[in-house]
């Protein structure tokens, strides 16, 4: 539909400037709005140089055919309200990617798109693990593409944007890689190119849009926009919340708690282990998860049954998805424990990171035993939702006894250091906030490090 069209791209900063210049093949003209001012000199000249113009300013909407914005976009933004009033076509940046994507040559190849509040990276790197014993498997998640035949990163620091997809695939193409699936995380929903779209949760909701909608109302995109014949993987509580569904598409539904109700739930869960139970039409059956050292199994619960039910979606034996998961060491930064330099190191540090995720992490420490010194902030400068510097404030009266000392991280974070208090201190980065830590612990302590950030 974008064909000789004039499309304005709204937002270069969240994936929009790859949009509009895949765009520029297929429509009359593209210009690109900078809403945020936030596009450096050389990438504007980059698109100025392919016939793409910018804008640092709203512009006349109706100068355009079709608006492209991203679904978090405030609806109050002058084109998107001067768009509405003459009913001109907005497409999200989910479905201009859509549209790039159906230029790709993507015959047998199985796309698989996974979306949540909560779990979306550990549930990839999982069903990476998995999957890639029986397929090739390229997965782009928040710590970057890699190739699972040869346990490789292709290209690190990609985004989740939507339109990181069509990065993701390019990165695959110039790599020379004959993959048979692509799994990719995707923030606030699917761009229905999916044959396989998965929802891991939506618990834990925010605003989104200057706070006029929910994400989880973005995130049912996923389940409107799945091409009619697809799988879709959803988690019963968003089915639950949804309501009525596709008639057209193959519906799973999973649950992270015990609900016999699902095709695919946990008869029992505990950090000691747990059974997941299957009901996928003839398949019927268990899955034994054993503890493991290696991390806290509790905070993979959503990963390990969400990837179950999309491996045996795919055909994968169950013995395959157990023998998976016996062996699974963890993702980076979820939760992992590790050593450094004689100290234990328990790993939470990664985009989505919350204060809730810290108190789990601070009650998996203290179960290891021994002094602890935390590491609490966020990488604002990396991260579009930060850490609320409240619920860091209300962490701290809570925790502080808890702790050896306390290193905050962040420029937002320095007002929660007081002169008074010798045990907090601050850091400018996660790297910085790990040597300090190291210099205030002995060997055989804890530092346990959960900064907001993209790694």
């Known amino acids: 539909m974008l064909e000789k069209k004039k499309v304005a791209v709204l937002d270069l900063t969240h994936g929009g400037t790859g949009i509009a210049l895949r765009l520029r093949r297929l429509c009359g003209s593209v210009t690109g709005v900078d809403v945020y001012d936030t596009l450096s000199q050389?990438?504007?000249?980059?698109?100025?140089?392919?016939?793409?113009?910018?804008?640092?300013?709203?512009?006349?909407?109706?100068?355009?055919?079709?608006?492209?914005?991203?679904?978090?976009?405030?609806?109050g933004y002058p084109m998107l309200l001067d768009a509405a009033k003459i009913k001109l076509p907005v497409l999200s940046h989910h479905d201009a990617v859509r549209e790039i994507l159906s230029g790709y040559d993507l015959k047998d190849k199985t796309i698989i798109e996974i979306t949540g509040t909560k779990a979306k990276t550990s549930t990839c790197i999982l069903l990476a693990e998995i999957l890639s014993r029986e397929k090739n498997v390229i997965s782009h998640t928040s710590r970057g593409v890699e190739d699972w035949s040869n346990n490789k990163i292709i290209r690190k620091g990609l985004s989740i944007t939507p339109a990181s997809v069509l990065e993701a695939?390019?990165?695959?193409?110039?790599?020379?890689?004959?993959?048979?699936?692509?799994?990719?995380?995707?923030?606030?929903?699917?761009?229905?190119?999916a044959d396989v779209g998965v929802i891991t949760t939506i618990s834990s909701d925010y605003m989104i849009a200057?706070?006029?909608?929910?994400?989880?109302?973005?995130?049912?995109?996923?389940?409107?926009?799945?091409?009619?014949?697809?799988?879709?993987?959803?988690?019963?509580?968003?089915?639950?919340?949804?309501?009525?569904?596709r008639r057209d598409v193959n519906i799973i539904s999973f649950s992270?708690?015990?609900?016999?109700?699902?095709?695919?739930?946990?008869e029992d869960i505990s950090s000691k282990g747990g059974v997941i139970a299957y009901y996928l039409g003839r398949k019927k059956g268990r899955i034994t998860i054993t503890e493991n050292q290696d991390y806290d199994i509790a905070a993979y619960k959503t990963a390990f049954v969400c990837a179950t039910?999309?491996?045996?979606a795919m055909d994968i034996d169950a013995?395959?998805?157990?023998?998976?998961?016996?062996?699974?060491?963890?993702?980076?930064?979820?939760?992992?424990?590790?050593?450094?330099?004689?100290?234990?190191?328990i790993d939470n540090s990664n985009s989505g990171m919350d204060i809730r995720s810290a108190e789990n992490a601070l009650l998996f420490s203290k179960a290891q035993g021994g002094r602890i010194v935390m590491v609490l902030g966020e990488e604002a400068k990396e991260v579009c939702e930060g850490l609320d510097p409240s619920g860091v404030a209300k962490f701290i009266d809570s925790h502080?006894?808890?702790?050896?000392?306390?290193?905050?991280?962040?420029?937002?974070?320095?007002?929660?250091?007081?002169?008074?208090?010798?045990?907090?201190?601050?850091?400018?980065?996660?790297?910085?906030?790990?040597?300090?830590?190291?210099?205030?612990?002995?060997?055989?302590?804890?530092?346990?490090s959960c900064v907001k950030c993209f790694r």
């Not at 409107?224 to 009525?244: C, E, M, Q, W, Y």
Request: proline share 2%.
């Open 256 to 266: 992270d708690d015990i609900n016999a109700s699902c095709n695919v739930y946990y």
């Open 42 to 75: 050389e990438k504007q000249a980059d698109l100025e140089n392919e016939g793409i113009s910018v804008s640092r300013h709203a512009l006349n909407a109706g100068d355009f055919d079709v608006l492209v914005a991203p679904v978090h976009l405030d609806p």
């Open 169 to 193: 695939l390019d990165s695959a193409i110039e790599a020379g890689i004959d993959y048979q699936v692509l799994i990719s995380e995707i923030s606030l929903g699917g761009t229905g190119s």
């Open 309 to 312: 039910a999309v491996s045996l």
């Open 400 to 448: 502080l006894i808890d702790l050896g000392a306390l290193i905050l991280v962040g420029e937002r974070m320095k007002p929660l250091v007081k002169d008074n208090i010798n045990k907090i201190h601050h850091a400018v980065d996660l790297s910085r906030g790990i040597e300090l830590a190291k210099r205030l612990t002995h060997e055989n302590e804890i530092i346990l």
């Open 319 to 345: 013995d395959t998805i157990e023998r998976s998961i016996r062996e699974f060491r963890g993702a980076e930064g979820r939760m992992r424990k590790k050593y450094l330099e004689g100290r234990i190191l």
């Open 210 to 245: 200057n706070n006029t909608k929910l994400a989880s109302e973005a995130k049912r995109q996923m389940i409107i926009n799945a091409k009619p014949g697809s799988t879709l993987v959803i988690n019963h509580d968003a089915l639950r919340f949804f309501g009525a569904c």
